[in-house]
Antibody, heavy 120, light 107 residues
Framework: EMQLLESGGGLVQPGGSLRLACTTSGFSIRNYCMSWVRQAPGKGLEWVSATDTSGAYSFYADSVKGRFTISRDNSKNTLFLQMNSLRVEDTAIYYC?????????????WGQGTLVTVSP | DIQVTQSPSSVSASVGDRVTITCRASQYISSRLAWYQQKPGKAPNLLIYAASSLQSGVPSRFSGSGSGTDFTLTISSLQPEDFATYYCQQGNSFPLTFGGGTKVEIK
């Protein structure tokens, strides 16, 4: 069974940093593009970042560009999101998701999410 | 950036009803659109990809149609387990964008 499991969320003050991880099982992430999507409390879904199979190419939402960095360790089947200069508005559940390719950018499966709370 | 406008934002329906949700993209996106179902406290679940392809394991009462800029998700006969929030997502270009969501509630 294909599974994704996020970790690393928590409470952090504005301006702080967190590193999220998404560990996978049941498939090899080296064959897939990967992405992060977030959901603020009571709000809709917002795409955050994506990376190609090798990690050579990365893409970001304008709201996080310059502050967040996506990376991957294919040997450990793990995706990361380094989040710096965090803001209150970054408070959300962060999900990782897999997508097949540049022509098939829809997410399946998803992890269960990890909650990031940015508060003074 | 491609904006995705989803409507309605909520709908009240009864078991057995036919429910239709629409999604409009601000630019041509061919068939690069997906639909997800999300239940409270859970991650989204892919229902439809490439506008009209049913994801494996998803009941056949769910169907998708459309191409270009206008898309539709239809639930042919609403079941109790279908009460949830539904999102569309364009996969044509970065930044990827989601519709605002449609909450399907019990009438």
């Amino acid at each position: 069974e294909m599974q994704l499991l996020e970790s690393g969320g928590g409470l952090v003050q504005p301006g702080g940093s967190l590193r999220l991880a998404c560990t996978t099982s049941g498939f090899s992430i080296r064959n897939y593009c990967m992405s992060w999507v977030r959901q603020a409390p009571g709000k809709g879904l917002e795409w955050v970042s994506a990376t190609d199979t090798s990690g050579a190419y990365s893409f970001y939402a304008d709201s996080v560009k310059g502050r967040f960095t996506i990376s991957r360790d294919n040997s450990k089947n793990t995706l990361f999101l380094q989040m710096n200069s965090l803001r209150v508005e970054d408070t959300a559940i962060y999900y990782c998701g897999r997508y097949n390719s540049a022509s098939e950018r829809w997410f399946d499966p998803w992890g269960q999410g990890t909650l990031v709370t940015v508060s003074p | 950036d491609i904006q995705v406008t989803q409507s309605p934002s909520s709908v009240s329906a009864s078991v057995g009803d036919r429910v239709t949700i629409t999604c409009r993209a601000s630019q041509y996106i061919s068939s690069r659109l997906a639909w997800y179902q999300q239940k409270p406290g859970k991650a989204p679940n892919l229902l439809i990809y490439a506008a009209s392809s049913l994801q494996s394991g998803v009941p056949s009462r769910f169907s998708g149609s459309g191409s270009g800029t206008d898309f539709t998700l239809t639930i042919s006969s609403l079941q109790p387990e279908d009460f949830a929030t539904y999102y569309c997502q364009q996969g044509n270009s970065f930044p990827l964008t989601f519709g605002g969501g449609t909450k399907v509630e019990i009438k």
